[in-house]
């Protein structure tokens, strides 16, 4: 069987007040990081609302770069 792959996203904001987390999977779309590990909160909660999936997230600076990648296997196994 083959789990579906969740990617998200971890853009900084256009007014930079912290980063955004982006996903088609996110009930809202989207999740705001203010605090001041915001990066760090925003991986750790893309891998927790993740962790039935496998999962790719990226980390983008304001110019559109990939700064990191996380590659998450879900850590629910099939029956």
């Known amino acids: 069987m083959i789990r579906p792959t969740h990617a998200y996203e971890v853009r900084p904001r256009k007014d930079h007040r912290g980063v955004d987390l982006i996903s088609d999977v996110l009930p809202f779309g989207r999740l705001w990081y203010g605090e001041p590990n915001a990066i760090t909160n925003a991986v750790g909660y893309a891998k927790f609302f993740s962790r039935s999936h496998d999962a790719v997230?990226?980390?983008?600076?304001?110019?559109?770069?990939?700064?990191?990648?996380?590659d998450h296997t879900g850590d629910f196994k099939d029956w």
């Open 57 to 70: 997230i990226r980390v983008y600076d304001e110019a559109g770069n990939v700064l990191e990648t996380h």
